[in-house]
């Protein structure tokens, strides 16, 4: 079983900076793929963010990029989001999911972090 952990959510004016992290933990991470993803009160969840675990892929939601960088240390089973630039629409409750037992098939999932983006 794995478990994905997030951290490093909180308030932050607008312009600021977080860094985002997602620790995977239970056995060794083996999977396709790490993914961002955030959902804002009374809006639908949307992904920011992915990266490739076995290459160096990534993908980013048009509203982030240039401003977000997703990256992993496949060593320590983590992944990252770094948010530069931040505004008050990236307001969100921000989640990893990990692609594991299906390619294309986010099926763990943590917890959630709130990012507040203060203008």
């Known amino acids: 079983q794995v478990q994905l952990s997030e951290s490093g959510g909180g308030l932050v004016q607008a312009g600021g900076s977080l860094r985002l992290s997602c620790a995977s933990s239970?056995?060794?991470?083996?999977?396709?793929?790490m993914g961002w993803f955030r959902q804002a009160p009374g809006k639908e969840r949307e992904i920011v963010a992915a990266?490739?675990?076995?290459?160096?892929?990534?993908y980013y939601a048009d509203s982030v990029k240039g401003r977000f960088t997703i990256s992993k240390d496949t060593a320590k089973n983590t992944a990252y989001l770094q948010m530069n630039s931040l505004k008050p629409e990236d307001s969100a409750v921000y989640y990893c999911?990990?692609?594991?037992?299906?390619?294309?098939?986010?099926?763990?999932w943590g917890q959630g972090t709130q990012v507040t983006v203060s203008s």
């Open positions: 999911a990990a692609q594991i037992a299906t390619r294309g098939v986010y099926d763990y």
């Open positions: 239970g056995r060794t991470f083996i999977g396709y793929a």
């Open positions: 990266i490739m675990w076995g290459a160096s892929n990534t």
